[in-house]
């Protein structure tokens, strides 16, 4: 069953303490990605990876730092959370960056308080 | 940056009724897809396509690459059809997914 793991899926922490998301695929896929869903704004990508050690600036970095050091790896972390971090976070895998669907995980609502 | 607008913003329809979602982007795109989203839930995969048209059961993916647009037709709507719909396109050679706002459907009985 192909499925995109995000762990965890409920998430409080305090302004200025470190936040790591995990989030894992089993699918093999090479691409990876890591999403922000706010109200109003919709979904903006953080970062998208191409394969191991190979990361990319999204439309949104400021904050946000990633590390894949498996394919089927990714996690996002948050050094000193800031509160307006608040916000779901989703992570997705597709096979490839051409003409392949993206597959999303469940989220990670992150609240910073 | 690349831009993803969705028409309409939200649509009502009585169960049974057709819809018709819009979806257009400001660059070529490589693909295309269609998302559904319940509130407080996940995005689930409707379909995939850079262009032409694609069907799985009542849905009806048409991509026009070269006008870019694209549109999402749900035949026989039901009421569990309600949620928001999000159109996202890929950019040539980045791999990367910009998404549109999304159009709330609700289908009532």
């Known amino acids: 069953d192909m499925k995109v793991t995000q762990m965890p899926r409920y998430l409080i922490k305090r302004m200025g303490e470190n936040v790591l998301l995990e989030c894992g695929q089993d699918?093999?896929?090479?691409?990876m990605y890591w999403y922000r869903q706010d109200p109003g704004l919709g979904l903006q990508l953080i970062y998208i990876s191409y394969d191991v050690d190979s990361n990319s600036e999204g439309d949104i970095p400021k904050g946000y730092r990633v590390s894949r050091k498996k394919r089927e790896h990714f996690s996002l972390i948050l050094d000193s959370a800031k509160t307006n971090q608040t916000s779901v976070y989703f992570c997705a895998s597709s096979l490839s960056t051409a003409l392949w669907e993206v597959f999303f995980g469940k989220g990670t609502r992150l609240t910073v308080v | 940056g690349q831009q993803v607008q969705q028409s309409p913003a939200s649509l009502v329809l009585q169960e049974g009724e057709n819809a018709e979602l819009q979806c257009n982007f400001s660059?070529?795109?490589?693909?295309l897809q269609w998302f559904y989203q319940r509130p407080g839930g996940s995005l689930v995969s409707l379909l995939s396509?850079?262009?032409g048209t694609k069907h799985t059961g009542r849905l009806t993916s048409t991509t026009v690459t070269k006008e870019r647009r694209g549109s999402l037709h749900i035949s026989s709507s039901q009421i569990t059809d309600s949620g928001t719909y999000l159109c996202?396109?890929?950019?040539?050679?980045?791999?990367?997914?910009?998404f549109g706002h999304g159009t709330i459907l609700r289908v009532h009985p």
């Open positions: 699918m093999s896929h090479e691409t």
């Open positions: 396509n850079p262009s």
């Open positions: 660059s070529t795109a490589t693909r």
């Open positions: 996202a396109m890929g950019g040539a050679n980045t791999g990367k997914l910009t």
